[in-house]
């Protein structure tokens, strides 16, 4: 048994016994950083290469408050540089798709069945521009590899298709900045609107007690402790 094996209410317990292993400061910190984390855009990082990029792009989606990232793996496994990331990967739900011969159209089914709509970045017939994206459903950005850009199989399942306004000779942003450029301007939109965009009081406390693991040693060993204490398991 793990806490996830939990209801709400004994969820809510284990998060108040897990406390007594950070620091009030580290616990303060915590909740006041998950009033601003929203799963409204999830970035969807596509057979990038490149470590520092995708290292890149997880750091970005912290400081903004991005809870979710989608991670395909077609060709090319995803991988972090730490002195890039700066251990951003640890407070971020992260999930791959790399167990299928076509993990994006997997990845991209996922989505749709959690209320998601699917925005390439990348020109193509009837694109949008950035600041025309409209912002009042939950929605996954697809971030396309160095290389390649956006598959073929995105191309051709995804709902629309968005661009950045680019003014220069150079035909494209390197996908890192694309990412920070794209999701820095959708979530300040989203923060300045009316919408709830917050988590649910559900995933909230799932976040806080994820996030109280990643600030101790032995984080398993104290788990099994809390468990005990609870008179949940022997």
């Excluded at 601003?36 to 408050?65: M, Y």
């Excluded at 406390?205 to 022997?234: A, F, V």
Aim: aromatic share 10%; proline share 2%.
């Amino acid at each position: 048994m793990t806490y996830k094996d939990l209801n709400f209410e004994q969820r809510k317990l284990f998060y108040e016994n897990i406390t007594e292993f950070i620091t009030p400061n580290r616990r303060e910190l915590i909740e006041k950083n998950i009033s601003f984390r929203t799963d409204w855009f999830v970035p969807v990082i596509e057979n990038i290469h490149k470590a520092q990029n995708a290292s890149a792009v997880l750091r970005t989606c912290d400081c903004l408050g991005l809870q979710e990232v989608r991670v395909v793996e077609n060709n090319n496994s995803f991988e972090v540089t730490d002195d890039i990331s700066l251990g951003a990967n640890k407070w971020l739900n992260i999930k791959k798709y790399n167990k299928f011969e076509n993990n994006t159209v997997e990845c991209f089914n996922d989505l749709r069945k959690q209320g998601y709509k699917i925005i390439a970045t990348m020109p193509y017939k009837n694109d949008i521009n950035l600041q025309d994206v409209d912002i009042s459903q939950k929605t996954a950005i697809v971030f396309g590899s160095e290389v390649d850009g956006i598959s073929k199989e995105a191309i051709e399942n995804a709902d629309c298709f968005m661009k950045i306004p680019m003014y220069g000779f150079t035909e494209s942003f390197n996908i890192s900045v694309s990412a920070a450029i794209t999701m820095h301007y959708l979530t300040d939109k989203l923060r300045n609107s009316s919408m709830d965009w917050h988590l649910t009081e559900e995933q909230q406390l799932d976040t806080l007690i994820h996030w109280c693991l990643e600030s101790i040693k032995y984080p398993d060993k104290i788990e099994r402790e809390i468990l005990q204490r609870m008179g949940l398991t022997k």
